[in-house]
Nanobody
Framework: VQLQASGGGLVQAGGSLRLSCAAS????????MGWYRQAPGKERELVAR???????NYVDFVKGRFTISRDIRKKMSYLQMADLKPEDTAVYYC?????????WGQGTQVTVSS
């Protein structure tokens, strides 16, 4: 099983990026898919996650700016990020919960310049 994250890059403050996460090798349904981030010197933290039902949860610091979505059939997860701030700079990881275990992608760097 594998998660492949993409879409990171360098953007100016106020800009937008869309991250994608492709899950492969997972047989059957994937439970939660989510996005986490880790800034230098900080612990990895949840950004947003979505259940198969479509119910989404966001942490307060991204509410109204980030939108998570997923394509159940394609086993894809997306994170649309708008109004990016320098403090959003981090490596973003996608995560999938499948058959009781957590799986992580390799991370994609997002850098927001002021």
């Amino acid at each position: 099983v594998q998660l492949q994250a993409s879409g990171g890059g360098l953007v100016q403050a106020g800009g937008s990026l869309r991250l994608s996460c492709a899950a492969s090798g997972f047989i059957g349904s994937v439970n939660y898919m989510g996005w986490y981030r880790q800034a230098p010197g900080k612990e990895r933290e949840l950004v947003a996650r979505m259940a198969p039902s479509g119910e989404a949860n966001y942490v307060d610091f991204v509410k109204g700016r980030f939108t998570i979505s997923r394509d159940i059939r394609k086993k894809m997860s997306y994170l649309q990020m708008a109004d990016l701030k320098p403090e959003d700079t981090a490596v973003y990881y996608c995560k999938a919960c499948w058959r009781g275990a957590d799986y992580w992608g390799q991370g994609t760097q997002v850098t927001v310049s002021s």
